[in-house]
């Protein structure tokens, strides 16, 4: 089936690292994505991996992407309290010309100053 | 940069009011797509266009229905609105898969509120 599950709830001190994390269930996934989205707005791209890759680094942005145990996580390095809001993982099946995406329920990071 | 617009941002309707939200992109992309959002839900598909005047069903279209007359602009209605539909709605577009990174593209958001 397609289910993509996050935790509800991460809370940081600002300055320290955040790792939120996301499973999803189908093996055939393509590109896995990050989203976040700030209060009161839509969702922003934040980063993506491609399902042959383990790892990317984008800034203080990490992807993570264990394909065995379709576990994925985002590595937010000295967060900050401007990275307070909702963070949602999204995968794209394999196969077919629609860009359907399945997202998660999303995580609510709170940075405390 | 690609830019998806919702025309309003908060909605207030009543019971058994037919609603309108409209959605517009500039980027001419082929796929358009409505969400809405709950807490502790995440985004359920409710339907999602491929091409003008093509359209197809996603997880929740009961109460909803598109339209899609134009390339640029996605429009969602919601019938007979019921206080069950109070919610954040999210419109995204996005190219068709062609096997590289394709994000889909949010707008805003509006948040409509049935009384």
């Known amino acids: 089936g397609e289910d993509v599950e996050q935790s509800l709830f991460l809370s940081v001190r600002e300055g320290d690292s955040s790792v939120i994390n996301c499973t999803y269930t189908d093996s055939s996934s393509t590109y896995l994505y990050w989203y976040k989205q700030e209060p009161g707005a839509g969702l922003q791209l934040l980063t993506y991996i491609f399902s042959n890759m383990d790892m990317k680094q984008d800034q203080r942005l990490t992807v993570l992407l264990n394909k065995k145990d379709k576990h994925l996580s985002l590595r937010i390095a000295d967060t900050q309290t401007g990275d307070s809001a909702i963070y949602f993982c999204a995968e794209r099946l394999y196969g077919g010309a629609t860009n359907k995406l399945i997202f998660g329920t999303g995580t609510l990071l709170a940075v405390q100053p | ?115």
């Open chain 2, 1 to 115: 940069d690609v830019k998806v617009t919702q025309s309003s941002r908060y909605l207030v309707k009543r019971t058994g009011e037919k609603v309108f939200l409209e959605c517009v992109q500039d980027m001419d992309h082929e796929n358009m797509f409505w969400y809405r959002q709950d807490p502790g839900l995440g985004l359920r598909l409710i339907y999602f266009s491929y091409d003008v005047k093509m359209k197809e069903k996603g997880d929740i279209p009961e109460g909803y229905s598109v339209s899609r007359e134009k390339k640029e602009r996605f429009s969602l209605i919601l019938e007979s609105a019921s206080t069950n539909q109070t919610s954040m709605y999210l419109c995204a577009s996005s190219t068709p898969w062609t096997g590289e990174r394709q994000p889909q593209h949010f707008g805003d958001g509006t948040r409509l509120s049935i009384l």
